[in-house]
């Protein structure tokens, strides 16, 4: 079976400062892994997704992500954050693309620091 | 961008009472999912859904809960006699193996009194 880790329930960082959110996935078989966004009171945002092509995976809002199977991880960073940035990150692992369900985190809150 | 809908947005139901959670999935798609997140808390699995028959259910989907899709565009889950602890939020999604994706909707925020 699948897992989820996230390393952190809370992080907090100053506007401009670098924003890493750490996720480490218990797969059998190569995963396909997500990261999700959620704004207060809203539903969940695809920010990217790792399909076994590329290990560095380039998202929306300025957000990657890099696969290291070696660690199996899937840390999410910014280089520089925003404001806008303040919500709840969720990284998911599914084993069968499109097909099967995702197992998520328990989730990392993210504060931006003025 | 095509989008998962789901009705209605905020549902309140006293304790007992069923409900019923609809949600309409991106039309090429052919997996269809609820989850439930409880305030605070993470995203949990409930069931997933593929030609016209459950897939998978989680321990969470005990007998209180059933899935359908009767017309072919709806999506729904029943919640036959409503507990307190089933005050969450609700979330349907749908994808395509060919996608590489999963969408999900909005969510229903059900509260049971």
């Known amino acids: 079976a699948q897992s989820v880790t996230q390393l952190g329930s809370h992080v907090s960082v100053s506007e401009g400062a670098l924003v890493l959110l750490r996720c480490n996935y218990s797969s059998s078989v190569p995963p396909y892994l997500f990261w999700y966004v959620q704004y207060p009171n809203q539903g969940l945002q695809l920010l990217l997704k790792?399909?076994?092509?590329?290990?560095l995976v380039k998202g929306i809002n300025g957000f990657e992500a890099e696969f290291k199977k070696s660690e199996t991880s899937f840390h999410l960073t910014k280089p520089s954050a925003h404001m806008s940035d303040a919500a709840e990150y969720f990284c998911a692992v599914s084993l069968l693309q499109g097909a099967q369900k995702l197992v998520f985190g328990q989730g990392t809150r993210l504060t931006i620091n003025p | 961008e095509p989008e998962v809908t789901q009705t209605p947005s905020h549902q309140v139901t006293q304790m007992g009472q069923e409900v019923i959670l609809r949600c309409v999935p991106i039309s090429n798609h052919l997996y269809f999912y609820w989850y439930r997140q409880i305030l605070g808390q993470k995203v949990e699995f409930l069931v997933s859904?593929?030609?016209?028959?459950?897939?998978?259910k989680s321990e969470i989907f005990d007998d209180q809960f059933s899935v359908e899709r009767p017309d072919g565009s709806n999506f729904t889950l029943k919640i036959r006699s409503t507990k307190l602890e089933d005050s969450a939020m609700y979330f349907c999604?749908?994808?395509?193996?060919?996608?590489?994706?999963?969408?999900f909707g909005s969510g229903t925020r059900l509260t049971v009194v």
């Open positions: 999604a749908s994808s395509d193996p060919g996608n590489y994706g999963y969408t």
């Open positions: 859904f593929y030609n016209n028959e459950i897939s998978e």
């Open positions: 790792y399909t076994s092509a590329a290990t």
